[in-house]
Antibody, heavy 123, light 108 residues
Framework: EVQLLESGGGRVLPGGSLKLSCAAS????????MTWVRQAPGKGLEWVSA????????FYADPVKGRFTISRDNSKNTLYLQMTSLRAEDTALYYC????????????????WGQGTLVTVSS | SSELTQDPAVSVALGQTVKITCQGD??????PSWYQQRPGQAPILVIF???NRPLGIPDRFSGSSSGTTSSLTITGAQAEDEADYYC???????????FGGGTRLTVL
């Protein structure tokens, strides 16, 4: 059974940094593209970033480009999201999600999701 | 435009059929996927591609697309289908992804 477990969320001051992790089990992570999706309190889903299976391609939504960095350590079956220059509007539950096909290039069809880790940016 | 538009709310009588729509220019190039999210839970993939269901998703869920509009249809809605539904698709670049604003489905 595939499981994704996010961690690293918390409360941070505006302008601060945080690094999220997503530990995967029950699969060989390197075969799959991975995605971060966030959901602000009471709001809809927002795609944040994606990375190909071997990590050679990364993509970002405009609101986070230049501030967030997605990476992965396939030897540890773990996905990361380094977040810097955090703003109040980054406050959200951050989900990691797995691409459907073991092609390493599927980052829109997301068939497994973690339960999320909450990031709160506030003074 | 680089966005996906969904109706904010839809209702359906128990056992009846409901169609939830998603509009966007990118849908002429890419099939969407659809997600169900119940309160306090993570999203679940219910439809992907032209009309494919992951294992475990009931066959009352189906998808279709025509031009700039894609639809999720629930035939014989059940009480447990009451949830928020989101579509997503690649954007016009084919590299980034976007979600629709979501549709809250109420089963009466």
């Amino acid at each position: 059974e595939v499981q994704l477990l996010e961690s690293g969320g918390g409360r941070v001051l505006p302008g601060g940094s945080l690094k999220l992790s997503c530990a995967a089990s029950g699969l060989t992570l390197s075969r799959y593209a991975m995605t971060w999706v966030r959901q602000a309190p009471g709001k809809g889903l927002e795609w944040v970033s994606a990375i190909s299976g071997n990590g050679d391609r990364t993509f970002y939504a405009d609101p986070v480009k230049g501030r967030f960095t997605i990476s992965r350590d396939n030897s540890k079956n773990t996905l990361y999201l380094q977040m810097t220059s955090l703003r109040a509007e980054d406050t959200a539950l951050y989900y990691c999600a797995k691409g459907l096909y073991p092609s390493g290039t599927e980052w829109d069809y997301l068939d497994n999701w973690g339960q999320g880790t909450l990031v709160t940016v506030s003074s | 435009s680089s966005e996906l538009t969904q109706d904010p709310a839809v209702s359906v009588a128990l056992g009846q059929t409901v169609k939830i729509t998603c509009q966007g220019d990118s849908l002429t190039s890419f099939y969407p996927s659809w997600y169900q999210q119940r309160p306090g839970q993570a999203p679940i993939l219910v439809i992907f591609g032209k009309n494919n269901r992951p294992l475990g998703i009931p066959d009352r869920f189906s998808g279709s697309s025509s031009g700039t509009t894609s639809s999720l249809t629930i035939t014989g809605a059940q009480a447990e289908d009451e949830a928020d539904y989101y579509c997503n698709s690649r954007d016009s670049s084919g590299q980034r992804v976007m979600f629709g604003g979501g549709t809250r489905l109420t089963v009466l």
